[in-house]
């Protein structure tokens, strides 16, 4: 009889402790000197727009801006790189820092003069709420961010090559129009349309595609950490190493650079500079 209380006593004693410390896998990544305003860099400009509608995905505005690094004068058409969920890399004290970074790199040779296209997923304000925020901050609306991402077609691609390039374009800019000189940043949403035409919906196809596919002429430079998530989507960690084993077997030109992290940008930002040397290495 004792044994009986005994058991269901000491399971609840240890429901009820303490739950063990989770090891902060993200401490160990930090910003290094590439990502520094150094003083005698020359320091590029950062213009920020407003979309108000979008033939692609009618009802929704978003934000966007560019990036215009000091050295480009226009005579020689600049390199073009393009960023998802835009303008959280273009703060200056955020977690990217990319015009800095953008400074630091192109000052020192180590990629061409380029232009930075960054855009933010479309957005439908909430009419009821004048102004557009909720007490923490959070902007009040729809966000059409998950049917631009997420959905494995050619919908986004066709938006940033007919609406949102020519919208740069518009500011005076010359931009190369070599596939050379033309890259993406954010997520999956970049290999779209560059692997495969299909219309499946989901990332989790990517690597069956990249198999599938004929080899494309293209560069991919790719980051995840071992603790990122594990949802109803699946784990997120083994689906980059599935991707990364799927273009390693194609031959691509391709690096995979898997970390301790959790779902966030630091070790992402801290290698950023890095993985643009590596991206334009014979680009200038």
């Not at 219309?199 to 004929?214: A, D, F, Q």
Request: with cysteine; net charge positive; aromatic share 10%.
């Amino acid at each position: 009889m004792k044994l009986r209380c005994l058991l269901p006593s000491l399971l609840t004693l240890s429901l009820l402790g303490a739950e063990p410390k989770k090891p902060d896998y993200d401490a160990q990544y930090v910003l290094g000197s590439d990502s520094q305003v150094k003083p005698k860099v020359p320091k590029g400009e950062v213009r920020e727009f407003d979309m108000k509608d979008s033939k692609a995905f009618p009802g929704y505005g978003r934000k966007w801006a560019l990036y215009i690094p000091k050295q480009y004068d226009g005579k020689k058409p600049a390199a073009l790189m393009v960023f998802q969920d835009g303008l959280g890399y273009v703060a200056p004290t955020g977690p990217w820092r990319v015009p800095t970074v953008f400074d630091n790199l192109i000052a020192s040779g180590k990629m061409p003069v380029t232009i930075g296209l960054f855009i933010n997923p479309g957005f439908i304000p909430d009419p009821k709420n004048p102004s557009g925020k909720d007490k923490k901050g959070k902007p009040l609306g729809k966000s059409n961010r998950s049917f631009e991402y997420d959905n494995v077609t050619t919908a986004y691609v066709s938006f940033l090559i007919n609406e949102m390039i020519p919208l740069a374009e518009a500011q005076g800019l010359n931009i190369s129009k070599e596939a050379s000189v033309f890259t993406t940043i954010g997520s999956f949403t970049n290999i779209r349309g560059v692997i495969s035409k299909g219309t499946e919906i989901g990332g989790n196809v990517y690597p069956e595609w990249v198999l599938k596919e004929p080899k494309k002429d293209i560069r991919v430079y790719q980051q995840d950490g071992a603790n990122d998530l594990t949802n109803e989507f699946g784990v997120w960690p083994e689906a980059n190493k599935k991707l990364a084993a799927a273009l390693d077997e194609k031959g691509y030109d391709h690096v995979f650079i898997l970390g301790e992290g959790t779902h966030n940008p630091k070790h992402g930002a801290m290698i950023f500079p890095e993985a643009m040397k590596w991206l334009w290495r014979d680009v200038r």
